[in-house]
């Protein structure tokens, strides 16, 4: 079924309008999604290899957990909907962190128009991954990497294959914002 999702300005403001994400997707319309970015104790941070059916950028490691709003839904409980769903995570308000919000404009040769605001939290995940089940549709494999190897697979993201290398600038916030958080 086609979610339906709130359609804001180009600054991000709510329009009041709502649209099915295939047409916000082919008419670009701006959208909000929610970003999640899980990092341990340690300083490890989890990363999931996005489902190699998806249409943009499969196969491809990227954030712990991602997803659109759907309509009248509140940024929160969005992403902690998209936890739920995509790697068995429960989590609550208070587990949150919101480190921004991320305009990410790009179009992509399939004809995906994807005008999004990535409201981007970070918060500590308190479970091993063997706990985790995984939403195949969304999600091939989750891992852990260390600060270091974070920085390295980053560092050579337009060669390794491994990031979506045109979000390398919003990586580095993220990258920054978790090693706040765990020195």
């Known amino acids: 079924m086609d979610e339906l999702i709130d359609i804001v300005t180009k600054t991000g403001e709510p329009t009041g309008k709502t649209a099915p994400k295939s047409e916000i997707h082919s008419k670009g319309f701006y959208h909000n999604t929610a970003h999640l970015w899980l990092y341990t104790s340690k300083g490890d ?11 943009i950028c499969p ?3 990227d954030v712990s957990v991602a997803g659109h709003i759907d309509a009248n839904e509140t940024i929160e409980d969005g992403i902690i ?6 790697i068995g995570l429960e989590l609550s308000k208070e587990n949150l962190q919101k480190i921004g919000v991320f305009p990410c404009f790009q179009t992509y040769s399939n004809g995906i128009i994807d005008n999004e605001f990535h409201h981007t939290f970070i918060a500590q995940l308190h479970v091993d991954l063997s706990k985790l089940t995984l939403q195949k549709e969304e999600v091939e494999r989750v891992k852990l990497v260390s600060i270091s190897q974070f920085k390295d697979l980053l560092e050579n993201s337009t060669s390794n294959n491994h990031f979506v290398a045109s979000n390398a600038n919003y990586y580095s916030k993220i990258l ?3 090693i706040k958080k765990t020195i």
Request: charge should be neutral.
């Open 45 to 55: 941070i989890l990363l999931a290899q996005r489902s190699f059916n998806k249409a």
């Open 59 to 61: 196969g491809l490691w």
């Open 81 to 86: 909907r998209e936890a739920k769903e995509e």
């Open 176 to 178: 920054e914002a978790i």
